[in-house]
């Protein structure tokens, strides 16, 4: 637990902060546990998320890196813990969520733009103005998709910039990434990293990224959580700060080497010990 | 080649048909019992165009009409109200496995004592199969609806009212269209059975009947012919209607 300690900021009157004290953490996470049946995958967990930085989540298979933010985004039950954004509980921001299976997570009844929309008109919003804002977010992004048509009739690529676009719709607070770009080949994941990057510059909103690729964890965060095996301690919450936009080159300049390597030998003693 | 391909589907017609010539041709069969296929569609033609065929394949449209549209009207609600509670439907899956494994036919001498002779006993057994087929289909397809669509909208703030409305009713529709094709095609198949017995008038099951009854071999082959082109076309107008409305199914 002593690696969790030393990252966690101390805070013991947790007092609700202040949106705009851009220092202060965006999400803490206090006393996190979970089980599933006999196994404890968190047990006693706390960290906390930095504001207006796109941080990856990194770990052995089976650790919890999912769970993490599917219990941060309020998908899963806590058994135990608190999980507060700026002192307010999930149901109190706006939030945006990116699965990994772009398929399943389209409504394929709706076409592209209803797609985007869809978060809006839960909210209510008027017609007009869903297409206001969706046509801002296009030409914000400077996205070429014909978004008449149907999700099936786009490629994976393009359905998963959709699925982010239907995220980033209600101008999130934090945008949760679930290794989002695992289902597409190496070529679209390229592009779509630069995507991202560019939604995250563009945006600057919190992003935390689930990733099994360590390459793609380093190349686009300003930091890199990397957690053991289960009960999941935060082992080391390794910092890069190549400037932005970052491009192919960024990947052999020695900074970005020397961090992976480092985070490549945390993780492999951390399967090791398993 | 390439062009012919288009022409695949009529080789197996071509040949039925020729083997049907050559077998009444080389009198294999008693040709009372086997008419040829060109007295066969004559009779066919005649009886739909100014015969009683025509009427009496009406009537067992209609009366197909009627069942499976009351069985959709009944079936459908129901099974999204069972298929959105898993617990619900488990507590409830042994009744209609049980009634749907029993034969609808079975329940023909109860629906004579409850409507009488006539075509409301035809039409409510035919209807009572049919849900059944449905209500099943649609259970499971609001069961089976998946899970990251759902988590998909709950994440965007769907309300329980509006994931079932937005999401999971259209995620049911192509399993929903598997259900009133398998129901249109039992529907029918009770339908006929009721038409050749339970004091019948009418109708293609009645036409059959009377036809083998009086020995006209060539009306009843065209009775059947008729029989088989009303399953086909029931079947393909729901997959015309589902490819329409549910054009994302299988993609």
Partial sequence: MAGAQSIATADPARKVHDPTHRTAPHVTIRGLSKRFSDTAIYDNFDFDIPRGKLISVFGPNGCGKSTLINMIAGLFPVDAGEILFDGQPVSKIRFGYVFQNYREAMFPWLRAFDNIAYPLRLMGVSKAERTARVGKLVAHLGVKIDLALYPYQLSGGQQQLVSIM????????????????????????????????????????TMVLVSHDLEEAVYLSDRILLLSRHPARAVEFVAYDAPRPRTLETMSEADFISTKAHCLDVFQREVRKG | MKRLQPL???????????VWSLTVWMRVVDPVLLPS???????????MTSGKLGLDFLKTVERTVYSTAIAAVIAIPLGILLGSS????RSVE??????????????????LVLFGVGDRTKISVAAFGAALVILFNVAYGVMNARKTRLLAAKVMGASRLRVLFDVMLLESLPQTFVGLRNGVSLALVIIVVAEMFIGSQDGLGHSVFEAQQLFEMPRMYAAIFAAGVLGYGLNLLFLLVERRFVHWSGK
């Fill in chain 2, 8 to 18: 695949l589907p009529f080789v197996g017609v071509a040949v039925l048909l020729a």
């Fill in chain 2, 94 to 111: 042994f009744l209609i496995d049980f009634f749907r494994s029993t034969p609808a036919s079975a329940m023909f001498p109860l629906f």
């Fill in chain 1, 166 to 205: 239907r995220a980033l719709i209600v101008n999130p607070e934090i945008l949760f990434l679930d290794e989002p770009f695992s289902a597409l080949d190496y070529e679209m994941t390229l592009f779509m990293r630069e995507q991202l990057q560019r939604v995250f510059m563009e945006t600057a909103t």
């Fill in chain 2, 86 to 89: 898993e617990k619900v439907y």
């Fill in chain 2, 37 to 47: 296929p060109f007295s066969t569609f004559r009779a066919m033609w005649t009886g």
